[in-house]
């Protein structure tokens, strides 16, 4: 079996990239060539959003959408590269060894959460990162109400005061009270390096996470770390103890492992460094996109972050670029100058803001306004209708 563009993984830059190599096939008026997508379901997981609860229903199917464009998908994992002989093994869903070749890999294989040599991290953490280990942590907070009221019981510990850190913290309070009760005492904290409150993410929005926090009874242990975990609790590095049957590790990222199979430069984070059409650099045949990539945004120097909102104009690019360059045609430089954040704060609201200096433009209401529709409706994938989902992965595309 062989395809001529295979994408591996069906997160955002995985789906746009399907998207966009479809949409200049389309153009080009050929059927003579294949995209294919192989991931271990046949859906995008919505995991900006694993903080929240019922992340079950965090994903959208992609298997109609991937018919109407004309993108095959198979179910497996992916578990070697062979950049020589242009081929990638798998195991399938029967659990048997398979191979499939290409003639240019898009690797939109994602990333995850760095889980560093703490003593009993591994066993005694929760994480949010990925579906599976964000539904873990649901069904143990569920489980919380039947045990005896305790210290540990009711507080929950974040290890990481960066944005999945205080997105998830800022959720939790609600969250504990709905499921305890709403008079439970519940005690949520966060652990940060930082010296201050928010301090990973700027001045212009560390007054929105103060005013959030302390609506929420949020509290931060700021210049502090983890330095163990057990089943009681954690220890911190300045030597005090905090009892807490939950214990959220929100520190850090990695790119996907499969990265270490190509050769190349990369990052502090394991992202391949890609030239400015997002081929790996000293790799012919090999695209990388989305948190496997290490990419320039601009000419100032700033580089693509492990975010969606690089993710899918990435996604674009690097699958149009796949695809022209099988074409003959122009590849398009990838370019995304605007830069933006929007934190969502818990019942007190959002805080959105522009630029790299994070300058806020909206605060509260307004911006859990704006957070719910960029959760719910933006970064979602289009309809299943052929017209609208190829206009829809136009590199070119203004991104607002």
Request: proline share 4%.
């Amino acid at each position: 079996m062989k395809s001529n563009i295979l994408i591996i993984g069906s997160g955002f830059a995985g789906v746009w990239s399907a998207l966009s190599a479809a949409r200049l096939l389309d153009q080009a008026q050929r059927d003579d060539l294949s995209i294919s997508v192989l991931a271990p379901q046949p859906e995008l997981r919505i995991r900006p959003r694993f903080y929240e609860a019922d992340v079950h229903s965090m994903k959208a199917s992609v298997s109609d959408l991937f018919e109407a464009v004309g993108v095959r998908f198979i179910t497996g994992n992916a578990e070697g590269i062979d950049a020589a002989g242009r081929s990638v093994s798998y195991t399938d869903t029967n659990g048997q060894r398979q191979q499939i070749g290409y003639e240019r890999l898009i690797l939109a294989a994602g990333s995850q959460v760095a889980r560093p040599a703490v003593p009993g991290l591994a066993e005694h953490v929760f994480d949010v990162d990925q579906m599976e280990s964000a539904i873990k942590l649901e069904q143990h907070l569920a489980g919380l109400a039947a045990l005896p009221t305790s210290p540990a019981r009711n507080t929950v510990v974040v290890c990481g005061g960066g944005f999945t850190g205080i997105e998830t913290a800022t959720e939790m309070p609600a969250r504990l009270r709905t499921l305890l009760g709403s008079d439970a005492p519940v005690r949520v904290l966060v652990v940060d390096r930082g010296a201050k409150i928010g301090a990973a993410l700027g001045a212009g929005i560390t007054p929105s996470i103060i005013a959030a926090c302390e609506q929420a009874g949020v509290e931060w242990r700021a210049g502090t770390s983890v330095v163990a975990v057990d089943a009681g609790g954690v220890t911190l590095d300045n030597g005090e103890y905090i009892a807490s049957n939950t214990v959220i590790w929100t520190v850090g990222v990695k790119a996907s492992p499969l990265t270490a199979q190509v050769d190349g430069e990369r990052d502090n984070f394991g992202r391949l460094k890609v030239d400015d059409h997002l081929r790996v650099i000293g790799q012919e045949h090999i695209y990388a996109t989305g948190d496997t990539a290490w990419a320039a945004v601009d000419e100032l120097g700033n580089h693509a972050l492990m975010t969606c909102q690089h993710a899918i104009p990435m996604g674009r690019h690097s699958g149009n670029n796949a695809m022209a360059d099988l074409l003959g045609m122009q590849p398009v430089v990838y370019r995304q100058p605007k830069y933006v954040t929007c934190l969502d704060l818990g019942d007190w609201g959002a805080a959105f803001s522009e630029g790299w200096e994070r300058e806020l433009k909206l605060h509260g209401q307004e911006g859990k306004d704006l957070k719910r529709q960029i959760n719910s409706v933006w970064i979602y994938p289009p309809a299943a209708d052929r017209a609208l989902a190829l206009a829809a992965a136009d590199p070119l595309i203004a991104i607002v």
